[in-house]
């Protein structure tokens, strides 16, 4: 048993010191990888020249993303700064480039949508079906990785262009 | 069975235990990133991460019973 013991010692202490480290930083919370794919759709979508020096980022509803969103709060998008708000009116809507449509059900989305019909403005939501509803880029969760699918028609309609890269990342790109 | 090879069985179940968490905690270190990590990375990169824990929908559906009622 003596013999046995600095093995022993050896072992848990080898345990210890692979396992440590990965209960400490496993961690990529779904919001966290959300808000980058956030990021990405400002950075590869074509904002028209009328579009100020800041890029109002505004979540809709309550705000799944929590500090993570707080995270993006002047980061460079082109030669333009994200400014994030939470939003709780529909009214206030109307001086965002992007709208995030956090939380809301089918009846929501058509509302936020029919509210900024004709503004120049960004939509992303992550409810089933969204893209569907008229929302341009929507994200899924699938085998707990990101997917969106895009719809090219309401980006259009919006003002905004989406990036062929964006395009081609999408899993369904709705005309 | 000797005192000597029990202590060798269990030196080896010891040793390949460690080895087998050094193993299973690599690829999970690795799938740990900051937001700002995160945003130095190329999108396609960030579509083959996986998350590791997913918002209750719960909130979505309270929120959205909640927008409902006050409207």
């Known amino acids: ?55 109002n980022l505004c ?12 995270g993006l709060q002047g980061k460079a998008v082109g030669d333009r700064r994200l400014a994030i708000h939470r939003i709780t009116s529909i009214e206030a809507l109307s001086a965002c480039q992007v ?41 899924s969760v699938v085998n707990n990785k990101i997917t969106f699918e895009a719809n090219l028609a309401a980006a259009r309609a919006a003002n905004v262009n989406l990036s062929s890269k964006l395009l081609s990342l999408a899993t369904e790109v709705l005309q | 069975m000797s005192a000597q090879a029990v202590t060798t069985r269990s030196q080896r179940k ?35 991460l996986e998350i590791t824990s997913r918002q209750p929908s719960q909130l979505a559906v309270l929120w959205a019973a909640e927008h409902r009622d006050a409207t």
Not at chain 1, 113 to 135: H, N, W, Y
């Open chain 1, 99 to 139: 709208v995030f449509i956090a939380g809301s059900s089918g009846d929501g989305i058509s509302r936020v949508l029919s509210s900024l019909r004709g503004a120049t403005v960004l939509i992303v939501a992550d409810v089933p079906g969204a893209a569907k509803q008229g929302v341009a880029l929507n994200m």
């Open chain 1, 1 to 55: 048993m003596p013999r046995s013991a600095p093995i022993t010692a050896w072992c848990l202490g080898l345990a210890l010191i692979a396992f440590a480290p990965a209960a400490l930083s496993d961690d990529l919370p779904e919001y966290r990888l959300k808000a980058a794919f956030l990021y990405n759709f400002a950075l590869f979508t074509e904002w028209p020249a009328d579009v100020g020096s800041t890029l």
């Open chain 1, 59 to 70: 979540v809709y509803g309550k705000d799944p993303f929590g500090e993570e969103l707080d």
């Open chain 2, 14 to 48: 010891l040793l390949l235990a460690g080895a087998l968490a050094l193993l299973l905690a690599i690829p999970d270190t690795a799938n740990s990133f900051t937001l700002n990590e995160l945003l130095d990375l190329p999108i396609e990169q960030l579509l083959r």
